[in-house]
Structures are given as C-alpha cells and as structure tokens.
C-alpha cells in the first residue's frame, strides 16, 4: 500500500506541474499584446512596460513557467489589474461559497439519488421501476445550467418563493440556505439521476449473492439485510464516483454561480474572463484544477481502504 500511495503521489506531482506549465504559458496564446488588451491602445508606455514586467512578460517562456511556479507555491498568484488586490485573496474570499455550493448539492444528490436507487432494486420490473428509470435518465441528461434556468422560472418568476440571484451572508444562516437552495438543486439534478442508476445496478449485483441469500434463509429482517448487508458492499463502487462527481460540481458550479449571480469561484473567474484579467483567470483556474486532482487522489485512497480486496501492486 505504501508503494502505491508513492507511485499516485509521484503522478499526481507530474499533473500539477503539467498544469501549471500550461497556465504560465497560457497567456502566450492569447493574439496580439495582451497588456494592450488589459490596458487600453491609450495606456502609456511607462504603465505597459511595469505590468508586463510585473507579469514576467519581458522574461524567456521557461523564465515565466519558473516563476509562475515558484510565486504559486508560496501562494503569491499575482495581482488583479483593477483592484491591485492580491489574487490569492481574492480566490480566498470567493471559495467558500463554491466549496458550500459544491458539497451540498453532492449531499442533496446523495441522500436522494442513493435511497432511490436501492428502492429501484429492491423492487425490479415493477412500474415504480420504471417511473424511477425515466426520471433518472431524464436526470442524467439535463446539463445544469437547463436545470437552474428552469427553476429560476418555477420558484423565482412563477412561484417568487426563493431569491433568484445572489449569494446571501454566511453571518444570515437562513438567508444564505434560501440562496444556495435552487443553485444546489440545479448542480445535483444530473448527480441524482447518475447516483441513483449506479446504485441501483451495484444492489441488484450483491442481492443475488450467496451471502444475502444465505442471510435471508436464516430468517433475518429483509430491510435489515438491504440497509446493513447489501447496501454497505454496494455502495462502494460510489465512492469513486463521488470523489470524481466533487471535482466535476466544482467545475459545473462556475456555469450555475453566473446564472444565479453568486459570489463564488466561478463568478470571479467568469467577470474576470469577460475584463480579460489574466492573473485572476490563471490563479482561479489552478485553484480548481489544483481541487480536481486532490479531491481524486483522496477518493482512491479511500477507495482502496474501504474495499482491501483491491489489488494494488499493479
């Protein structure tokens, strides 16, 4: 295991440094002068040539990766051009609402999508069955931003129960839960449907082992043998899926913070994409990446802990 543990870790080392090659080289693709772009054609010289050397612009591309490098790992990500704030505090201030944003929705997806699931297995072939695969496929389908706009329409338009934009203040528990409700029903909706079909194939495989049915022949209560023996083995396959699912709500998040106009990481690298702010756009999506990869390394750590049987020599 601890061979293992230092291969993953080796790897994931490498696809930081990929990352973070590529973001330091990013703006090198950008057309044209991309202080110029930032600044104006009328920005004066003297105030150019500062920001590209603030930039390391003026310096050789591995010059601009070194760099890059070194001020990340000591978490200097540069400064935002309009506000001359420290990037890194901006993202600080920001990440908490995505980060709530992201583990609610994975709970809500969780505490609907796997009951359902079992319920599916626990009776196959029957119509509920089949309503469930309907509304799971469906699910599964609509891509999150289709789900915040249809619930901005319900219960902010039709029905003004919920607030349609904004973040709320964490100071306000209330107020803040009644703004994350609809952004976080939205970036579950497809994770409900997924987590419910994965369940629901994981149960109907372990139902028809030896040891449910030795289990069941000695007279044990059959919903304790779903919930303690057969849900406990089959809901291992999920946690892979839940590890992965996190990055990618991390990611989705950005397009359901700019329809519902909230404070987090994907508003801020979304308003700073629209004014081209570099620093902010390179440091919030490393910080996401940077997220992606941990969240992941985590899960197959679990993974692995949770189910021995695992080889991992391999």
């Known amino acids: 295991m601890l061979d293992y543990a230092l291969r993953r870790l080796v790897m994931t080392f490498f696809v930081v440094l990929l990352i973070m090659v590529f973001l330091a080289l990013l703006i090198q693709l950008v057309p044209g002068d991309p202080v110029r772009l930032v600044l104006g054609a009328k920005a004066p010289e003297s105030v150019v040539q500062s920001v590209r050397h603030d930039m390391y612009l003026d310096r050789s591309a591995p ?3 070194y760099y890059f490098f070194t001020n990340a790992v000591r978490g200097d990500l540069g400064v935002d051009f309009q506000s001359q704030r420290s990037v890194t505090s901006l993202i600080w201030t920001a990440l908490p609402h995505t980060a709530i944003l ?3 929705s994975l709970a809500l997806a969780g505490l609907l999508g796997v009951p ?3 319920y599916a ?10 309503v469930t695969a309907v509304a799971t496929i469906s699910l599964i389908t609509m891509p999150a931003y289709v789900a915040g706009l249809l619930l901005l329409l319900v219960f902010s338009v039709h029905w003004p129960i919920l607030p349609a934009t904004g973040t709320g203040s964490l ?7 009644k703004h994350l409700a609809l952004p976080a ?5 497809t994770w409900i449907g997924y987590l419910a079909r994965l369940v629901r194939t994981s149960m109907l495989e372990v139902l028809n082992e030896r040891y449910i049915m030795a289990a069941r022949s000695q007279g044990i209560r059959d919903r304790l043998v779903v919930y303690k023996y057969a849900l406990r083995n089959a809901v291992i396959p999920t946690i892979a899926v839940v590890g992965v ?9 950005i397009f359901v913070e700019v329809i519902f106009a909230r404070a ?3 508003m801020l690298i979304y308003n700073s994409i629209q004014t081209r702010n570099y620093p902010i756009v390179r440091g919030g999506v490393l910080v996401v990446a940077l997220l992606f990869v941990a969240v992941n390394l985590l899960t197959d750590f679990v993974y692995h802990m949770v189910d021995p049987r695992i080889d991992v020599a391999s």
Do not use: K, N
Request: hydrophobic residues 50%; aromatic residues 4%; proline residues 5%.
């Open 264 to 266: 987090g990481l994907g």
């Open 185 to 189: 029903i939205a970036l579950a909706v």
């Open 245 to 253: 699912g996190l990055g990618t709500l991390l990611g989705g998040a």
């Open 171 to 177: 100071s306000d528990p209330g107020d803040y839960l």
């Open 121 to 130: 297995a626990t009776h196959p072939g029957g119509w509920l069955d089949r």
């Open 63 to 65: 010059a601009q990766v």
């Open 116 to 118: 359902l699931g079992v």
């Open 102 to 104: 992201a583990l609610a």
